[in-house]
C-alpha cells in the first residue's frame, strides 16, 4: 500500500497525458537495426529515406498515453503471479521479482495511433515493401518513444515523493502470456487511449505498447536482463 499521501496527489489515480506534451524521438541507428543494418552499412540514399520518412511519420503520429495507478497489488513469489484489484496477472518468474518490492504499480497503455501504419500498407500495397518496411519500424519505434516519455514522465514524477520506479514490462514478453493482456485492459477500464482487443490479444492500432511498472522508495530502472529471458524478439534486448 501506498502510504506517501504526496504521491498519491502527485500521480492522482488515473490520467491521459496531453499529445501536447508527449516528445517523440526516433533514431536512424534503431531503424537500421530493425532491418539488420549498422549506421555503417547504410548508404547516403537509405539514409535520406529514413530521415524523410521519419519526418512524415511525425506529421502523422496522433500519440495517446495514459496510466491508472494501483496501490492493492500484492506478488505471489512462488507461483510468480500479480494481484492487482482482484485479478490475478500471471506476470511470471522475471517480471515478478523485479515488482516485488513495489507499493503501487502503475498500468499503463500508449499508441501512435493508426495513420503511420495506414501508410506502411498502402506502400506494401503499391509493390514499395523497402519503403513499407522502413515505415513500419519507424511506427513500431514511435510507440516504443512515446511510452519511454510516459515511463521518464512517471519516473521524474514520484521522485518528487522519494520513491522509484522498475523496468517495464508488456504482456507477451519475459513469459508474461500475452493473454493477460484482457485482465490488464479491464484494470485500465476507461484508460486504454482508444485502443481495442482482438479475441487473441492483438492490440489495435497495432502500433500500440501496454504494460505494468513498479512503483516504490527502493526501486530504480536497471539495464534489461536479456540473458534470463529467452525472447529473441524482444523490444528491449540490448538496449
Same mark, same amino acid.
Not at 497525458?17 to 531503424?31: A, F, G, K, N, Y
Not at 543494418?37 to 495514459?66: H, N, W
Not at 492493492?72 to 506476470?91: K, P
Not at 482508444?194 to 527502493?218: D, F
Given at each position: 500500500?501506498? %502510504?506517501?499521501?504526496?504521491?498519491? *496527489? +502527485?500521480?492522482?489515480?488515473?490520467?491521459?497525458?496531453? @499529445?501536447?506534451?508527449? /516528445?517523440?524521438?526516433?533514431?536512424?541507428? *534503431?531503424?537500421?537495426?530493425?532491418?539488420?543494418? *549498422?549506421?555503417? %552499412?547504410?548508404?547516403?540514399?537509405?539514409?535520406?529515406? /529514413?530521415?524523410?520518412?521519419?519526418?512524415? =511519420?511525425?506529421?502523422?503520429?496522433?500519440?495517446?498515453?495514459?496510466?491508472?495507478?494501483? %496501490?492493492?497489488?500484492?506478488?505471489?513469489?512462488?507461483? #510468480?503471479?500479480?494481484?492487482?484489484?482482484?485479478?490475478?496477472?500471471?506476470?511470471?518468474?522475471?517480471?515478478?521479482?523485479?515488482?516485488?518490492?513495489?507499493?503501487?504499480?502503475?498500468?499503463?497503455? =500508449?499508441?501512435?495511433?493508426? &495513420?503511420?501504419?495506414?501508410?506502411?500498407?498502402? #506502400?506494401?500495397?503499391?509493390?514499395?515493401?523497402?519503403?513499407?518496411?522502413?515505415?513500419?519500424?519507424? $511506427?513500431?519505434? +514511435?510507440? &516504443?518513444?512515446?511510452?519511454?516519455?510516459?515511463?521518464?514522465?512517471?519516473?521524474?514524477?514520484?521522485?518528487?515523493?522519494?520513491?522509484?520506479?522498475?523496468?517495464?514490462?508488456?504482456?507477451?514478453?519475459?513469459?508474461? @502470456?500475452?493473454?493477460? *493482456?484482457?485482465? +490488464?485492459?479491464?484494470?485500465?477500464?476507461?484508460?486504454? =487511449? $482508444?485502443?481495442?482487443?482482438?479475441?487473441?490479444?492483438?492490440?489495435? @492500432?497495432?502500433?500500440?505498447?501496454?504494460?505494468?511498472? $513498479?512503483?516504490? @522508495?527502493?526501486?530504480?530502472?536497471?539495464?534489461?536482463?536479456?540473458?534470463?529471458?529467452?525472447?529473441?524478439?524482444?523490444?528491449?534486448?540490448?538496449?
Amino acid at each position: 500500500m501506498v %502510504d506517501n499521501e504526496i504521491l498519491v *496527489q +502527485l500521480l492522482s489515480w488515473a490520467k491521459e497525458v496531453t @499529445p501536447e506534451e508527449i /516528445i517523440l524521438e526516433v533514431r536512424i541507428e *534503431q531503424v537500421l537495426k530493425g532491418m539488420g543494418m *549498422q549506421l555503417s %552499412d547504410a548508404d547516403p540514399y537509405l539514409l535520406d529515406l /529514413i530521415e524523410g520518412f521519419i519526418s512524415t =511519420c511525425k506529421e502523422l503520429v496522433s500519440p495517446r498515453a495514459a496510466y491508472v495507478m494501483y %496501490d492493492n497489488a500484492s506478488f505471489d513469489r512462488t507461483n #510468480y503471479t500479480t494481484l492487482v484489484s482482484g485479478l490475478e496477472l500471471n506476470t511470471g518468474k522475471i517480471v515478478t521479482s523485479f515488482l516485488k518490492k513495489s507499493k503501487a504499480v502503475i498500468l499503463f497503455s =500508449c499508441t501512435c495511433g493508426e &495513420e503511420v501504419e495506414k501508410l506502411s500498407k498502402s #506502400y506494401i500495397r503499391d509493390g514499395h515493401g523497402l519503403e513499407g518496411f522502413i515505415v513500419d519500424l519507424i $511506427g513500431s519505434e +514511435l510507440a &516504443e518513444s512515446i511510452t519511454e516519455f510516459l515511463h521518464n514522465y512517471i519516473e521524474n514524477t514520484v521522485a518528487l515523493a522519494g520513491y522509484g520506479v522498475s523496468n517495464r514490462f508488456s504482456p507477451g514478453y519475459c513469459n508474461w @502470456p500475452v493473454s493477460d *493482456q484482457h485482465l +490488464l485492459f479491464s484494470l485500465l477500464k476507461d484508460n486504454n =487511449c $482508444g485502443i481495442e482487443l482482438t479475441q487473441s490479444s492483438l492490440m489495435l @492500432p497495432i502500433k500500440s505498447v501496454s504494460g505494468i511498472i $513498479g512503483i516504490g @522508495p527502493s526501486l530504480k530502472r536497471t539495464d534489461y536482463k536479456c540473458r534470463i529471458c529467452k525472447d529473441e524478439n524482444c523490444i528491449m534486448r540490448e538496449k
